[in-house]
């Protein structure tokens, strides 16, 4: 996501008239109240809330695990390929409403494996949720398969084998779930079986984990982008070194701030640091487990002054234009091309 640099008179229809791409998006994690309400008597599951407005009472989170834990618990509704195809299509239809173009969607397979939910069920309900976007709503997408890192190597490298079959379909791989404890040396040589399987590499650091955890991640592991980052810019060499290579950080103000990681998005270190940090993607982590934020409520975060958007043209617009790929003339099935260069994962060059 841009820097919102907008005049005090921007106003929502010109935010939403931006094309946007979303880098940092846990599907799961995108559920509704409502669609798990509905799901859960789709396929006759009780869950532990009366109301929507309960599920909503207890999106109040402390921390990273306090999320972790309704996460997993909503995702239990997920069953079959049409609950994944409904769950995806969600998203995208609140993505195009806020002028996004394009996303790249994380989710985590061991999540539904380990419940009895085969691979290929979340697989092919997933992509059929991607298609239909793409040819309804303009939006392209790809997917990036993650591995819990609360779990064991040997479990990563069992999930790798199930995925295989799927490897055309795939931009890349990450690393998600809670963070301390479990650094990226763990998944070391799983990360560079995927990379040999050509998979980019990615990896959720320095969230609540060290800088350290960082150093991991592009020393060790050499990832191809970071997943928020925030502590990386507590290490002066560190935030110096992300800077000489390239390396994007996927960061989320908004969920940082959910998660009591911040106690103000005036507080948060990609905020305080944006002149001198490394480049970063800001995202909206808009719905699900994170109240929706809609583009109406985007000029409000840290106006500052600029051009009247009424008279120009945000330069964000044609850059976005020119990175974002033109997929109208092409078929689901040309999804592993160009994404965003230097930022979304791209199978090819």
Request: with cysteine.
């Given at each position: ?5 907008f005049?005090p008179?921007?106003?929502?229809e010109?935010v939403?008239?931006l094309?946007k791409?979303?880098?940092h ?7 509704e109240?409502?669609?798990m309400f ?10 532990p ?6 599920i909503r ?13 309704i996460?997993y618990?909503?995702a ?7 609950d994944?195809k409904d ?6 239809q609140r ?5 996004g173009?394009?996303?790249e ?5 061991q999540?539904h ?14 992509l059929?949720g ?12 790809k ?21 295989k079959p799927?490897?055309?379909k ?11 404890g ?8 799983v990360?560079q ?7 980019k590499v990615?990896a959720?650091?320095?969230?609540e ?7 991991e ?6 990832v ?20 000489k ?18 106690p ?9 640091d944006?002149g ?6 800001r995202?909206?982590?808009r ?9 109406g ?9 600029g051009?009247d ?6 330069p ?7 990175l ?12 592993g ?9 791209s199978?090819a060059?």
């Open positions: 996501m841009t820097d919102a640099s005049a008179s921007a106003s929502a010109f939403r008239g094309p791409a979303e880098l998006m846990h599907i799961e994690g995108s559920l109240p409502e669609l509905e799901l859960a008597q789709r396929n006759g599951i009780t869950l809330f009366a109301s929507v407005e309960e009472a207890a999106y109040d989170f402390s921390n990273l695990q306090d999320f972790l834990d996460y618990q909503g239990g509704v997920l069953i079959t390929e049409a994944f769950l995806a299509l969600a998203y995208f993505l195009a409403a806020d002028g173009a394009h996303a969607i994380f989710f985590d397979p999540t494996t380990d419940r009895g939910i085969a691979f290929d069920t979340v697989m092919n309900g997933l059929a991607m298609d239909e976007a793409e040819k309804t709503l303009g939006v392209t997408s997917l990036i398969l993650c591995f819990l890192r609360h779990l064991s190597e040997e479990a990563a490298f069992e999930t790798l084998e199930q995925a799927w490897l055309a795939l931009a890349g791989v990450g690393l998600d779930s809670s963070e301390v479990h650094p990226p040396a763990k998944f070391a040589r990360l079986a995927s990379r040999d399987l050509g998979l990615v959720h650091a320095g969230e984990g060290p800088p350290a955890y960082v150093w991640a592009i020393d060790l592991v050499k191809d982008r970071i997943d928020h980052g925030n502590r990386a810019l507590e290490d002066e060499a560190l935030t110096a070194r992300l800077v290579d390239g390396i994007t950080l996927t960061v989320c103000p908004l969920s940082n701030l959910k998660l009591c990681g911040v103000s998005l005036d507080a948060h270190p990609a905020q305080a944006a001198a940090g490394p480049e970063g993607d995202q909206l982590r719905p699900g487990l994170f109240r929706r934020l809609s583009a409520e985007l000029p409000g975060h840290r106006r500052r002054r051009p958007p009424r008279r120009h043209r945000h964000g617009q044609e850059q976005l234009r020119r974002v790929p033109d997929r109208r003339r092409e078929g689901p099935a040309d999804r091309g160009r994404g965003l260069r230097g930022r979304s994962l199978r060059p």
